[in-house]
């Protein structure tokens, strides 16, 4: 089974810095990746999701972005961050269409 | 907009007792449905999924799917002080590419 890699594991950055968030996952080839933002006591929001490398779709609009320069390699961005973007960045990989979504162990970012 | 709908809880049971979670969805195309248990500061783990009607069972956990009545539930039998996490449904839409989350229910089992 896949293994996904995240980090790091908590993040505190001051407002207008940037960002970088890496995943890497083992174990499977050509997967589904996933990048989620949970806030606090609450369910997650899909931000971005990819298919294949160089492939990023978009669920809301945001100053966040998402790379996938290698197939096993999915990076969350931001030149600029807010304080709403403080939260709980997790990553998920899907095997395929419709399989379980399985996630790394997320980055607890705060904002100052 | 696809919607997923769990009531947030807190739901408290005792130990040795079945816990029954629910969960509402609003895209009658949904095609695949997830459970997920998320402890405290942790990120979700899954721990049943379902495709078909009817019930489907993995040792104390069953998972109950009713797509007429867009209704998918979860029971956990004889429940454990170490169930006690926030529990997530998720779907899938129609073109099995996207998945919705609920807001999750929160399980506390007494001891």
């Known amino acids: ?112 | 907009q696809k919607e997923v709908e769990q009531n947030s809880g807190p739901l408290s049971v005792p130990e040795g007792a079945i816990a029954s979670l629910n969960c509402t969805y609003s895209d009658r195309g949904s095609q695949s449905f997830f459970w997920y248990r998320q402890y405290s500061g942790k990120s979700p783990e899954l721990i049943m999924f379902i495709y078909s009607n009817g019930d489907k069972e993995d040792g104390r956990f069953t998972a109950q799917l009713n797509k007429a009545s867009q209704y998918v539930s979860l029971l956990i039998r004889d429940s454990q002080p170490s169930d006690s996490a926030t529990y997530l449904c998720a779907v899938t839409d129609g073109s099995a590419r996207q998945l919705t989350f609920g807001s999750g229910t929160q399980l506390t089992v007494l001891p």
């Open chain 1, 1 to 112: 089974s896949q293994t996904i890699h995240q980090w790091p594991a908590t993040l505190v950055q001051p407002v207008g810095s940037p960002l970088s968030l890496e995943c890497t996952v083992e174990g499977t080839s050509n997967p589904n990746l996933y990048w989620y933002r949970q806030a606090a006591g609450r369910g997650l929001q899909l931000l971005f999701y990819s298919v294949g490398i160089g492939q990023i779709s978009s669920e809301v609009p945001q100053n966040l972005s998402a790379s996938r320069p290698q197939d096993r390699q999915f990076i969350l961005s931001s030149k600029k961050l807010l304080l709403s973007d403080s939260g709980f960045y997790l990553c998920a990989c899907e095997t395929g269409v419709g399989q379980p979504q399985h996630f790394g162990d997320g980055t607890r970012l705060s904002i100052l």
